[in-house]
């Protein structure tokens, strides 16, 4: 059997405020910040699925696409979730704010780890490239940084499974939040 598919485009970003706006629940964002290598966006793509991202945000620019390696590594995933492209990354985060969503930023070097955040609202969680982490103007705007526990001697994981970590323990959070219903 053969099958031919036109893939759905990218979004942009009124593309996304609009998706945001019909929404009936507080959104959940992942947003990644240069993230390049193909393999890496397809499993957070995958993973963002699965746990019920509204949408997932990148730049145009220095960052993956959807290309037929992020489409096969995220196993259908990039058909089921929006995926965004912007110009201006900084900007696009601005608007999320103007919104009322809190920026989460993930950074190995803050202070508080994740378990202390509320990931209960309307959130964005925002990750970093692969070798360089979240740049100067993505870090600034962020409301809060936060940072996986680690054993000591291990500095990072990568960011798919950094993505992992923290998508899930909003989808925790937001399961045991009063009013929340129960899995």
Same mark, same amino acid.
């Given at each position: 059997? *053969?099958?031919?598919?036109?893939? =759905?485009?990218?979004?942009? *970003?009124?593309? *996304?405020?609009? +998706?945001?706006? @019909?929404?009936? +629940?507080?959104? /959940?964002?992942? %947003?990644?910040?240069?993230?390049?290598?193909? +393999?890496?966006?397809?499993?957070? *793509? &995958?993973?963002?699925?699965? #746990?019920?991202?509204?949408?997932?945000?990148?730049? $145009?620019? =220095? $960052?993956?696409?959807?290309?037929?390696?992020? &489409?096969?590594?995220?196993?259908? #995933?990039?058909? =089921?979730?929006?995926?965004?492209?912007?110009?201006?990354?900084? =900007?696009?985060?601005?608007?999320?704010?103007?919104?009322?969503?809190?920026? +989460?930023?993930? #950074?190995?070097? @803050?202070?508080?780890?994740?378990? !202390?955040?509320?990931?209960?609202?309307?959130?964005? /969680? %925002?990750?970093?490239?692969? #070798?360089?982490?979240? &740049?100067? /103007?993505?870090?600034?705007?962020?409301?809060?940084?936060?940072?996986?526990?680690?054993? $000591?001697?291990?500095? $990072?994981?990568?960011?798919?499974?950094?993505?992992?970590?923290?998508?899930?323990?909003?989808?925790?959070?937001?399961?045991?939040?009063?009013?929340? !219903?129960?899995?």
């Amino acid at each position: 059997m *053969l099958a031919e598919v036109n893939a =759905r485009p990218p979004a942009d *970003l009124a593309g *996304l405020l609009d +998706h945001l706006d @019909a929404l009936d +629940h507080a959104p /959940l964002l992942l %947003v990644l910040d240069q993230v390049q290598d193909p +393999h890496n966006l397809g499993a957070l *793509l &995958r993973t963002a699925a699965a #746990a019920g991202v509204d949408a997932v945000i990148t730049p $145009s620019d =220095r $960052s993956a696409g959807l290309t037929p390696v992020v &489409r096969k590594t995220a196993a259908g #995933a990039a058909e =089921r979730i929006l995926f965004v492209r912007v110009g201006n990354l900084a =900007r696009a985060l601005d608007r999320l704010r103007e919104r009322g969503v809190w920026l +989460h930023g993930l #950074a190995g070097q @803050a202070d508080t780890a994740l378990y !202390a955040a509320d990931l209960t609202g309307p959130i964005a /969680l %925002v990750l970093g490239a692969e #070798a360089s982490g979240l &740049r100067r /103007l993505t870090r600034d705007r962020c409301d809060a940084l936060w940072r996986l526990p680690m054993a $000591s001697g291990v500095e $990072s994981l990568n960011v798919s499974a950094a993505g992992a970590v923290a998508l899930f323990e909003a989808v925790r959070q937001r399961q045991i939040a009063p009013g929340a !219903a129960t899995p």
